[in-house]
């Protein structure tokens, strides 16, 4: 089984989409959305793409900031753009745009900033002469190819471009496929393929086996147990860079996500979209170094969680880690609070940020924290660790979640 301990430590990340499509300022998707020509796209956007203010060592710098272990750079994205200057085509930021290798500079400075490496790749490539087409308003059939030898000439350069990548920038951590259609695209040689070159690298599920990460886009679905799994949310309602966006969530959601990922052993990998010049907007760097601030003091209750055995409530969410329970206060009960989840005898009860003890009575099922300020000290969360005797156990788990009266499959 892969070793998947970094991945399980870190609980954060950080995602980055970058390219061409920044200039455009409209989303990744606007060379199909738009239905833009190819020679369109090269000459608005790709010779534009300029990145004449991109600091990766910023980037890390913010990451760091914000808490998060590792990032995921789009080295290309479904317009087939390349952020590195690959020989298999002349679309690529060493011959147009910057005219430079931006992925080695992205490596280079995230990892001496001790964060783990990701690269996102897309096989998919709209504009490539053998690809089914870039205009499809659903994704390309295995029907839908120009011919067999247009899919084997195709398979043959993206396994190119992924050679490229795992063979030139020392240790990659992570794969994350993104645009694996049509689903005909000998996966399963690429993958083994990849991880002969990088023995030690996660690859996300999207590419078919042999995968270590199962992710959910824009929802938060965890996996069986047992599974790594990942949530890959946006901080706006884009990925890329979209300068009438301004439809932000706040550090406050952030926290909240993170705490709903942690509590059932997953990770959050938390999106920005840099501008063209390569500087990511304020309004993002804000919201996540208002979080990083939370996690700097509550932290421990996120990094190498554990899957938590209780159910939900409408104050917040509890997280675990060895004999530690984390009840993360969102909305305040007042000066009480009433957690009827633990079948454990509760030790100690203690705010996480200062260690001041909180008082407790625990009686039959029910454990009642007494006194509590209000408002609560921490406007985006409060955390109060209970450390119990055991392994955290509930009293009833929670195995579905269904409405009465509404189907239940």
């Not at 897309?122 to 067999?148: K, L, M, Q």
């Not at 990849?194 to 078919?208: D, E, K, S």
């Not at 929802?219 to 884009?238: F, Q, R, S």
Request: proline fraction near 6%; charge should be negative; glycine fraction near 8%.
């Amino acid at each position: 089984m892969r070793n998947t301990d970094w991945f399980e430590e870190a609980r954060y990340g950080m995602f980055i989409h970058w390219g061409a499509y920044s200039v455009a300022a409209r989303g990744e998707w606007a060379a199909n959305r738009e239905r833009i020509p190819l020679e369109e796209y090269t000459s608005l956007y790709a010779e534009n793409f300029r990145a004449e203010n991109y600091d990766p060592a910023s980037w890390a710098t913010l990451a760091k900031e914000s808490g998060m272990g590792y990032a995921v750079l789009t080295t290309r994205h479904h317009d087939g753009f390349a952020l590195w200057p690959t020989k298999t085509s002349r679309f690529h930021a060493g011959n147009l745009g910057p005219k430079r290798d931006l992925v080695a500079a992205f490596v280079s400075a995230f990892r001496e900033a001790g964060l783990r490496v990701g690269f996102y790749y897309s096989p998919a490539d709209w504009f490539h002469v053998d690809y089914p087409g870039p205009y499809f308003r659903d994704w390309p059939g295995v029907d839908d190819w120009r011919g067999r030898e247009a899919r084997q000439r195709f398979i043959a350069y993206y396994r190119e471009q992924l050679r490229e990548l795992m063979t030139q920038y020392g240790k990659i951590d992570y794969l994350w496929y993104d645009g694996c259609i049509p689903n005909d695209l000998q996966s399963m040689e690429a993958n083994e393929e990849m991880l002969r070159l990088q023995p030690h690298l996660l690859i996300n599920a999207r590419n078919g086996p042999p995968w270590h990460v199962q992710v959910s886009e824009q929802a938060i679905k965890p996996a069986a147990p047992g599974v790594a799994w990942e949530a890959c949310m946006t901080l706006n309602d884009n990925w890329a860079y979209h300068a009438g966006d301004a439809n932000w969530k706040g550090s406050r959601q952030v926290i909240q996500m993170l705490t709903e990922t942690a509590s059932k052993a997953g990770n959050l990998l938390l999106n920005v979209g840099p501008k063209s010049d390569g500087t990511i907007p304020e309004e993002s760097a804000a919201i996540l170094r208002e979080a990083g601030a939370w996690l700097k003091k509550n932290g421990e209750s996120i990094y190498s969680s554990s899957r938590s055995p209780f159910t939900w409530s409408n104050w917040g969410r509890v997280t675990t880690r060895g004999g530690n329970v984390y009840l993360h206060i969102w909305n305040s009960t007042g000066t009480d609070l009433c957690f009827a989840e633990m079948k454990n005898r509760v030790l100690s009860a203690r705010f996480l940020d200062g260690g001041a003890p909180v008082r407790f009575e625990q009686s039959a099922n029910r454990l009642f924290l007494r006194g509590l300020p209000v408002p609560l000290p921490n406007p985006i969360a409060t955390t109060i660790v209970l450390q119990v005797e055991g392994e955290p156990e509930a009293i009833t788990p929670q195995t579905s979640f269904w409405i009465p009266g509404e189907p239940t499959g």
